[in-house]
């Protein structure tokens, strides 16, 4: 199912959170040297690079054994993306690490407001929220709490 433009532009950091969680952002050690000649494909990586890849998501799979189910949903998500979806959510992912604390619950707040709206009142919100000093913002969210993280709808 594909989400309405407004609602994939406000919900990119959290898509970047997905991938970040789901172990699929991390980026192997090798690749911090730009190389001269394209990496290979899989079944040409050593043993050795292979670890490399895997270890990072084998220890968080390992760690949160409650979270699991989630890791491999958004793994599935993931795979079904297209190209363009995946550059949006990796964006997403370097917008939201550059956010302090407040901006990001003012974030979740707003994109657990969005995912109950229909189209018109997501355009609707999103104008009023561009029109918003930072003061107002604050406010809003504090009128708008962003669901806890334990309630926060994850698919």
Known sequence: MRRPALLRRAGLAFAGIALAVAGLAAAPAFAADPPAAPLPAWEQLSPAQREQLIAPMRERWNSSPEERQRMLQH??????????ERRNARRGLKHWEHLDPDQRKQMRALYAKMRVLDEDGRRALMAQWRGMTPEQRRAWVKANPPPRRDDAPRD
């Open 75 to 84: 793994a599935r998500r993931w795979q079904q993306m297209s190209p363009e």
